[in-house]
């Protein structure tokens, strides 16, 4: 294997060598936190380099296939590891890339562990059943099989969870994969990457190709020899991704945006509430697709709700998430900081009421990241932009309600439906939400952010292409069902 002898420059990862791509341009990954700071420089790709890992991977997959299951698991085994004695290093490198703070990114270093721990063990499970025939002399089962060469794209705000609990389900099932990480947290990548080539992974079965996704990222879409993507992200590239796919015939899997709404019922505990709803809405500086974005308060608790969460927020730290009194880094980019300030300035302009936050923090030592306040709305009507599109922000719109009927009426109201919670301690209440919310994920008395590797997580409506991702669902994503009858 080659290695790297420039610590500040990452190649691509194609057939077990790190090298430069043929274009010999580099991208620049800025420190969100720290603007000047040059965390270090990832390669420019080319078609052609993207072409050369499709056709390693693919000269690859059939003896990776041969392994069979048990031997393939063996090996994420070993990738846990190595994530486990670089997590100090990888969690600086996540926060240095898109600014959460380390505690986060340390926590989602071990959610990756964890990942691969956990299809690691996949490997041992069973992969069909045994089917009655109507010859009494047959043997029917049915087996998985992988699809061949995959393609996995992801984006920056989970720069190490989401490429994990995608690449280690592909692989232990008998797949090949080429790569496409968001081109902010190429670093990142490029570090997991190493761990996986180090854990003595054959060449060829993991490929990093970075760059932009006008090229890679719609090579990626296009290659005949892909024969399906795995892809997080916007809703456009995710619709592009699902066109271009299935024009080809190959297997796609989208997972796009959220909306996401948090009911708080008259008779909830308003402590927790309101700490969920900050945990789930404005960590991570708001950059989850599940995060909480809708707060509905049912009735004559909305004024008490109201001012318990205001004083919450008002106590967060923000700051460059390297320090350790930061409950709330930067926006990842510049763009992201701009966009985030433009749903502000949209959300006063159609006439809600800014309740506190809503300013750009550059004075200072804010003078060096993209800061921003944390930001609540009230008198939010249900058609204003701040209401219905996906901010990615730390912005809560409050929309006071009468009954639990019409909370979850608005809730339902967006064309998003990945995540929505709701706080309450009548079981009644449960039951309905449970039932009429169109979300693929519901949590009861918990922030709307947060999911179970063991689960299968995926949305509804536009937030999704109804697949579903992690637990043993992703293993069906990943593979075939082939039926087999067997007759002496």
Known sequence: MQIQTDTNTYYNYIGGQWTPSQSNEIIESLNPGRKSEVVGVIQKSTKEDLDEAVKVAKDVQKAWRDKGFVARGQYLYKIAENLEKNIDDIALTITKEMGKTLPEAKGETMRAIAVFKYYASEGMNKVGDVIPHTDSEG??????????????????????????????????????????????TSITAAKLVKCIAEAGVPDGVVNLVTGTGSIIGQGIIDHPEIKAISFTGSNDIGKRVAIGAASRGAKFQTEMGGKNPVIVAEDADLDLAVQETINGGIKSTGQKCTCTSRVIVVGDIYDRFKEKLINKIKEIKVGNGEEQETWMGPCSSEKQLNTVASYIEKGIEEGATLLTGGNILDSGAYSEG????????????????????????????????DTIEKAIEIANDVKYGLSAAIFTRDIGKMLKFIKEMDAGLVRINSETAGVELQAPFGGMKDSSSHTREQGKAALEFFTSSQTVFVKA
């Open 139 to 184: 043997l029917m089962f049915t087996t998985r099989v992988p699809l061949g060469v995959v393609g996995v794209i992801t984006p920056w705000n989970f720069p190490i969870a989401i490429p994990a609990w995608k690449i280690a389900p592909a692989i232990v099932a008998g797949n090949t994969v080429v790569f496409k990480p968001a081109q902010e």
């Open 370 to 401: 993209y800061y921003i306040e944390p930001t609540v709305f009230e008198n939010v009507d249900t058609e204003m932009t701040i209401a219905q599109e996906e901010i990615f922000g730390p912005v809560l719109a409050l929309i006071r309600v």
